[in-house]
């Protein structure tokens, strides 16, 4: 089986199941390349996330909505043409031929139809700059309802900002622990951010970066990550929660911070986060963390005193579960499945998360609320909810976001609050 026909085959299962991404790749023909795996990723976050606009100049010349097959095989080559007009003879006659693998010779003939048909129609539409939400919408496939929020909540400049930065693929982002041994230099190719300990990678030696993972010297995170630790700013020898910790990157920036003298417990619900949680944390055994397997709405401190750990906990971190519309720029397919009623259930539970959260932090103690979200309703909503309802008994200390059009890194938004004594 040809890349590009494995790749074909997720896409269209995406179009019909509406699964993540990052979870179909995992399920790429383990002969395939590591070349190959990168040009299947390429193509199928590429096509999702210009889909509804790729989607739409097709359907401009078909009868009727292909099934999800065909649906993928030309939406991946408006894609391509798209990125490569001047090519386009070649990826016509190219998707022609992955179209007789995997649909059949009548649809493929109608793939030749149709793709040579998309030249003259991506030049129209470079041509026309409208600024309404449906016109946005459409160009930055992103759905109007959430184009039309955020332009009330942010402005028509900056909602178009954020959708170019959403459209555009995301560079690779590291960390590098403080527990790097030092003297040693890091590759060439680690180029130094405004952020402080992060490193673009200009380009990927993944066999060298794969080890410096394996050793612990690295961890692959977006700058923003570093905001709620930040607020949090932990001292040696405190115990600290991590609460929703998988895959555990801000865990590992606390455990730094409080040193061999206190703790962190990195707490997730049991199953593959958990897991995967678990191996980055044993690449880095020097750190203090200790992984734990809770519900965190289910979460008492008897819990931690049956495991043999502490009950006092002098800060706590909750990176809540959230809309992701702070990063849609890595999670390209979020925006084809959120609807306007989810943001009341997340908002729902995270209340109750934060409130859970709230009573394991000792009298005194801190507690950041954060999210990789942009919506007021997930953010302040919840945080005022729970002030709301805590009679006094907490404060709201300070407050900070990340917007991408401004601060060009992933959007997100931590809120520190304190305990009274």
Known sequence: MSVWTATCRLLAKHLATGERLDQLLETLPRQLSAEERRRARHMLYGTVRHFERLDGLVLRHVARAPRPGLRAVLAMGVFELSEHP????????????VARECTSAGEA????????????????????????????????????????????????????????????????????????PTGTPLPDYFVPTPWPGFFRLERLDWAQVEEMLGRG??????????????????IPGENILDLCAAPG??????????????????????????????????????LPVTVFAADVCGLAPGRFADAGLS??????????????????????????????DDLVGLSRLQLAMLRASASLVRPGGRLVYSTCSLEAEENEGVVQAFLEGAGGGWVL????????????????GAFLLRRSG
């Open 109 to 180: 003939r109608l793939v030749n139809a149709v793709l040579r048909k998309i030249p003259e129609a991506l030049a129209e539409e470079a041509a026309l700059d409208s600024a309404g939400s449906d016109d946005l919408a459409r160009r930055f496939s992103h759905p109007t309802w959430l184009v039309s929020r955020w332009t009330e909540a942010f402005g028509g400049d900056a909602v178009r900002r954020l959708l170019e930065w959403n459209q555009t693929p995301a560079p690779v982002h590291a960390r590098v622990s403080a527990g790097r």
């Open 249 to 286: 990157g801000k865990a590992f920036q606390l455990a730094e911070r409080v040193g061999p003298a206190g703790r962190v417990i990195a707490v997730d619900l049991p199953g593959p986060r958990l897991e995967r949680l678990k191996r980055n944390a044993s690449a880095r055994a020097s």
């Open 397 to 412: 200390e300070r407050a900070v976001h990340a917007r991408p059009w401004i601060d060009a890194c992933d959007g997100a």
């Open 86 to 97: 001047e090519e386009a003879a070649r990826i016509v006659h190219h998707w022609v031929g």
């Open 311 to 340: 009950t006092a906990f002098d800060a706590a971190l909750l990176d809540a579960p959230c809309s992701n519309t702070g990063v849609l720029r890595h999670r390209v397919d979020v925006k084809r499945r959120l609807k306007p």
């Open 217 to 234: 010297e690295i961890y692959l995170q977006d700058p923003a990550t570093s905001l709620a630790p930040g607020l949090l700013d932990a």
